[in-house]
């Protein structure tokens, strides 16, 4: 699943870490999700996508 989150968290400028604190996971789970590497769960994805005020499906979209 391709996605826009290095994207969105560049424009804050904001790290990894800092976004892996804000949603409550690891760096590498945020670094696993931004590379494809991993899809986050449902809750997650909503989690994310309120954090940015945005819909989930502005946030990722299917390969």
Same mark, same amino acid.
């Given at each position: 699943m391709k996605n826009r989150l290095k994207v969105l968290r560049a424009e804050r400028d904001w790290s990894q870490a800092d976004l892996a604190e804000r949603l409550s996971v690891s760096r590498q789970s945020v670094n696993a999700i931004e590379t494809g590497k991993y899809d986050p769960?449902?809750?997650? @994805?909503f989690k994310?996508?309120?954090?940015? *005020?945005? @819909?989930?499906?502005?946030?990722?979209?299917? *390969?």
């Amino acid at each position: 699943m391709k996605n826009r989150l290095k994207v969105l968290r560049a424009e804050r400028d904001w790290s990894q870490a800092d976004l892996a604190e804000r949603l409550s996971v690891s760096r590498q789970s945020v670094n696993a999700i931004e590379t494809g590497k991993y899809d986050p769960s449902l809750p997650l @994805a909503f989690k994310i996508a309120a954090l940015f *005020d945005m @819909a989930i499906e502005e946030i990722f979209q299917q *390969d």
